[in-house]
């Protein structure tokens, strides 16, 4: 694997800056019962990291203290971390928002019996990979027989109300290109994808999310490893528009890595690029009364892929159409 890529650039992005700060992501734990090919943080089953309870505590200390909107778990499979119930219920008790990025897949393993209910009792938004509709093209990238399992988990979701009009629990979906290829136009997708899934499955849910592959980690040693790498950079930089700055991810979020050190992005996580390009890493501990409203984001050319045609965040297209 190549863990460091030919594509760090200072040079060429725009200069951003932090907005209003209204949501905490957090890697709780990089174990994951999957082993997706494009998986930006290296994700596995083998993985073992994982969040502290004194980090947790910090994370709880945070959303008080900073009045944070959302707290976006993440992972690997965030649930299979021991303290991600007692986590999401703080959160709910204190009026925070909660997102959970599931697999899907992890419903249907052993000893996660009640995890649907307990999502949904907790009004926790579900946000799911799903990177087709179509069998062979979700097992060819993330492993065989995950599509079936992604079905029964969302079936799950559905039958706890997840993503159906007569409820407020909302199950959005996440979709990945195949290869080094820009998402198609969002709108159009989630169309498509909701005819298929209720016509072949009966199975509903709100938006469809469209993300961009990100050239690090993973994906990116696949790139370098198929000479892919020079003209997906080149694709991401001539797709890259400057309306999409105003709205991209890292001008309202934090990353948090599972040891509690805090990033301008997960991307940027991955890549261990430290909060503001501080020299030394920021531990979220210090941020805790801290405002950082206005800081420098640091940026690279990986971050074109969040400003390339439609753009792409954790919310999905920065713009409905190209």
Not at 28 to 38: A, D, R, T, W
Not at 138 to 156: H, N, P, T, Y
Not at 227 to 239: I, R, V
């Amino acid at each position: 694997m190549h863990d460091t890529l030919p594509l760090l650039s200072k040079i060429g992005f725009p200069t951003i800056r932090r907005d209003h700060l209204n949501t905490l992501q957090i890697n709780i734990g990089l174990k994951c019962n999957q082993q997706c090919f494009h998986c930006h943080v290296n994700a596995s089953p083998k993985r073992t990291e994982m969040m502290s309870i004194d980090t947790i505590e910090a994370v709880k200390s945070f959303l008080i203290t900073q009045k944070i909107e959302t707290l976006d778990i993440t992972g690997g499979a965030p649930e299979l971390h021991p303290e991600f119930k007692s986590l999401v219920q703080f959160a709910r008790e204190h009026n925070v928002h909660v997102i959970d990025r599931c697999n899907l897949t992890i419903l249907e393993e052993e000893g996660m019996d009640g995890l649907a209910a307990f999502l949904a009792d907790h009004e926790v938004e579900v946000i799911a990979s799903l990177p087709c509709y179509e069998m062979e093209n979700v097992d060819r990238q993330r492993g065989a027989g995950v599509f079936e399992k992604s079905i029964m988990g969302l079936k799950q979701l559905n039958h706890v109300g997840y993503g159906r009009a007569d409820t407020d629990l909302t199950l959005n979906l996440v979709f990945n290109p195949q290869g080094p290829a820009l998402p198609p136009a969002q709108a159009d997708l989630e169309c498509a994808y909701k005819k298929e899934l209720i016509q072949r499955y009966g199975i509903e849910f709100n938006q469809l999310f469209t993300l961009c592959n990100m050239p690090i980690k993973r994906f990116g040693s696949t790139l370098v490893s198929n000479n892919d790498l020079e003209g997906y950079m080149a694709l991401l930089k001539q797709s890259h528009r400057n309306e999409n700055l105003e709205n991209v991810m890292c001008r309202h979020l934090i990353s948090i890595d599972w040891q509690g050190y805090v990033y301008d992005c997960d991307f940027n996580q991955m890549l261990n690029l430290n909060l503001g390009d501080n020299i030394n890493p920021v531990h979220l501990s210090e941020l805790i009364d801290t405002d950082i409203e206005g800081d420098v984001i640091a940026v690279r050319d990986h971050c074109y892929g969040c400003t390339a045609g439609q753009g792409s965040s954790c919310g999905g297209a920065l713009q409905q159409e190209v």
